[in-house]
């Protein structure tokens, strides 16, 4: 994997994602959707000093009083109304707590995941991965931009497609996929920006389109 070790020697391990819970990690799955970790990070905080980050006051909230305290991570209301998605399934489906999902497949879980209105492959993934520990591999676009520009990938690739060239190629390793997606995340925010920065990036040594020109994506302050 030289992409991989590439990364690892250039960053370490990342340690993501940062979260204190799994509840956490769901809640800023969802409401990280087109915006930056940092305003995620403090409709977190919010929501820690109001006592709401524990499912069953988030399952017995308003969502406008939900709304207000998650203000700072956008579309604020649309993002409330997700996340009262989310915990209505969990209520419905499983009693309220994530453990109950631990004897479901995880191709089911999946498929459960991405019928809730609102959340996406990205966000299913993301739950799955680093709140659940299920080795199912998360593509973003900084992923996307990254196989794109090392012609690794047709640029006209679907999201599933891009998953499966990971999942095909590798273990299927939890903390491994964690690590990973969080070091093209991280070379993605550092260097294959919008606009390339090659010189210095840990994956300069690899083959790659010349000159770097934009690839067709997210802003580099989505994550």
Same mark, same amino acid.
């Given at each position: 994997m030289p #992409?991989?070790?590439?990364l690892m020697g250039a960053y370490g391990p990342r340690n993501w994602w940062p979260a204190r819970?799994?509840?956490?990690?769901?809640?800023?799955?969802?409401l990280t959707?087109?915006?930056?970790?940092?305003n995620v990070e403090r409709a977190i905080e919010r929501l820690r000093a109001a006592g709401a980050l524990d499912w069953s006051v988030l399952h017995a909230m308003d969502a406008g009083d939900l709304a207000e305290l998650i203000r700072s991570a956008g579309t604020y209301k649309v993002k409330a109304q997700r996340?009262?998605? #989310?915990v209505s399934f969990l209520f419905e489906r499983y009693g309220g707590d994530l453990a109950g999902m631990d004897a479901v497949p995880t191709p089911r879980l999946r498929e459960e995941l991405l019928s809730i209105s609102g959340i996406g492959r990205e966000t299913a993934d993301a739950i799955l991965l680093y709140a659940l520990g299920r080795p199912s591999f998360v593509v973003d676009a900084y992923t996307r931009r990254v196989l794109v520009r090392h012609r690794?990938?047709?640029?006209?690739?679907?999201?599933?497609?891009?998953?499966a060239v990971f999942e095909d190629a590798l273990p299927a390793d939890s903390a491994l996929y964690n690590e990973y997606h969080a070091l093209l995340v991280e070379v993605?925010?550092?260097q294959c920006r919008t606009r390339a920065r090659c010189q210095g990036c840990p994956l300069?040594?690899?083959e790659h389109d010349e000159p770097l020109s934009p690839t067709t994506g997210a802003e580099d302050a989505e994550q």
């Open positions: #992409f991989y070790e590439a819970t799994p509840l956490e990690v769901v809640v800023g799955a969802i959707q087109n915006t930056a970790w940092r996340l009262k998605n #989310f690794l990938i047709d640029p006209d690739l679907d999201y599933e497609e891009i998953k993605g925010k550092q300069e040594q690899f």
